[in-house]
């Protein structure tokens, strides 16, 4: 098992910033990727980001390309998120997932273990 706890969120207003973290515990040793994603009510969760553990690689949706930007510290078993210039539509629960099997990773099934997630609330 994989625990997952997402740090970070909040109000900002558009244009601003802010940086969310999800701290991994327990059999980290099995993590091949973790990922980030959104929700907000009545829409399906939605791909954010996504980082290979070894390695590195980096995915992104379009909508955050330039803005957004993925990173971890392997040896704090974290995962971050840094947003900038935030927009009202980034609006919603970040949730934090990790995969244990190297397989492709903007689907939400692909994801093995989740975090409870983290509200981000971007005012106009």
């Known amino acids: 098992q994989v625990q997952l706890v997402e740090s970070g969120g909040g109000l900002v207003q558009a244009g601003g910033s802010l940086r969310l973290s999800c701290a991994a515990s327990?059999?980290?040793?099995?993590?091949?990727?973790m990922g980030w994603f959104r929700q907000v009510p009545g829409k399906e969760r939605e791909f954010v980001a996504a980082i290979r553990w070894n390695g590195g690689t980096t995915y992104y949706t379009n909508s955050v390309k330039g803005r957004f930007t993925i990173s971890k510290d392997n040896a704090k078993n974290t995962v971050y998120l840094q947003m900038n210039s935030l927009h009202p539509e980034d609006t919603a629960v970040y949730y934090c997932?990790?995969?244990?099997?190297?397989?492709?990773?903007?689907?939400?099934?692909?994801?093995?273990?989740w975090g409870k997630g983290t509200q981000v609330t971007v005012s106009s």
């Open positions: 327990g059999r980290t040793f099995s993590i091949n990727a």
């Open positions: 997932a990790s995969s244990v099997i190297f397989r492709q990773l903007y689907g939400s099934g692909n994801y093995d273990y």
